[in-house]
């Protein structure tokens, strides 16, 4: 069974018809909303929340209200005013996601940048559809830096038992001591649970559908490269995990001799059998528009953008079997040696005429893989037509 969705924003805005217009809006994604019309009760109702434990995980505002620019104000009072309290699921009221979407944007904006750099700051009508876009791309952008608090403690996150397990390291069971991060305090069960009702969102079907949707215009676009794809991938993880897989470490520093490191994209962990070295995988990326061969039908050869990452993934590949390295591995990876496979996603299927070519050269190559963006996509698509799929017979979750 898929464990329930709890997830809550707030909202202070002084004007009724933009709460209902949010709330129906969220009601699509399983998120409820509370609204209030002015700093007071609302900072009143974050007490209240944080007193009871109370589920909450992103906060919106806009600025202008009948005494002023208030929202500048609750702005403030969430980032500055070292508001240590944490809701249920131990998360940190002061680090929460905070959206900004307020008429006055030109005249306000670099005022909420002053206070916290990372709010985006929006104009309004913010209509449905790019509402939830904005919640759920806020909530992949937290759910990430959580995740990386996690890997630098060393802390291992694993699917298990229809839920994210946070653990001090695989094979031990989860510890009732309290760790802290810069976003949470409480114990590894409760981190759990905040942890899955996060990551959920991204398998809701009108979620899935609207995100699949981005990811077909974001390959399509002429101007896309893979800075792109690494942002648009950390926050939704789901297309690169591609069920095989339950967690990633992102850009992930490995130290080498002298000033320099090695700084994979992505390195994948595996759903089943994590301890099993040669389970995980190393995903490099690169840009969809990279040609895989040369035009020619005569050159019988990978293009040079193929060659120099396979020559980078073996340069991965070398680090991990040094034994040199085995215990700022063993130690990043929650207690796995890794020995993973060499993965580059890179350019796109080519047609028809030139598939035969392909394949051949594929078979060619030694010790790394290449998928393509087409197969990203066309697998995640099958994924979300099974989800909308049971979700019609009322079986998804069963």
Known sequence: MIAPLSLTALLVDDDEATGREYKTALENIDMGLRHFPNNEEAIKAL??????????????????????PDGLKFIEHIRKANYTRTVGGGLRLQYLPLVVISDHVSVYKEHVKNIDAAIPVLEKPIWGDRLVEIIVDELGA??????????????????????FQVLPAYGTK??????????????????????????LLNDQGAV????????????????????????????????????????????????LDGAESLKPD???????????????????????????????????????????VVAQLKDYGEYFADPRNKEIIRKRFGGVTLAPKLVALIGRLPNEDARDRYTTLRTRLTDVSITTYDEILEFRRARVQQIESLLSRGTYGA
Request: net charge positive; with cysteine.
């Open 47 to 68: 007490g209240d929340m944080a007193q009871l434990r109370l589920p909450l995980h992103i906060l919106m505002t806009d600025i202008m209200r009948p005494n002023g």
């Open 142 to 163: 937290y759910r990430a830096k959580i995740l990386s608090e996690l890997q630098h403690l060393g802390i291992a996150v694993e699917w298990k038992d229809s839920r």
């Open 174 to 199: 989860a510890a009732t001591t309290l760790i802290e991060t810069d976003r949470f305090v409480g114990t590894y069960s409760t981190f759990s649970q905040s942890y899955t009702t996060l990551c």
């Open 208 to 255: 899935a559908r609207f995100f699949l949707n981005q990811f077909e215009r974001l390959l399509n676009s002429p101007h896309v490269n893979e800075t792109d794809m690494q942002a648009f991938f950390e926050r939704h993880p789901e297309f690169i995990l591609r069920g095989q897989f339950d967690n990633y470490w992102s850009r992930t520093h490995l130290p």
């Open 266 to 308: 992505f390195i994948l962990q595996p759903s089943g059998l994590r301890t099993t070295p040669w389970n995980w995988e190393v995903l490099d990326l690169k840009s969809p528009h990279a040609a895989l061969m040369p035009k020619s039908k005569f050159h019988r050869t990978f293009s040079h953008h193929v060659t120099k």
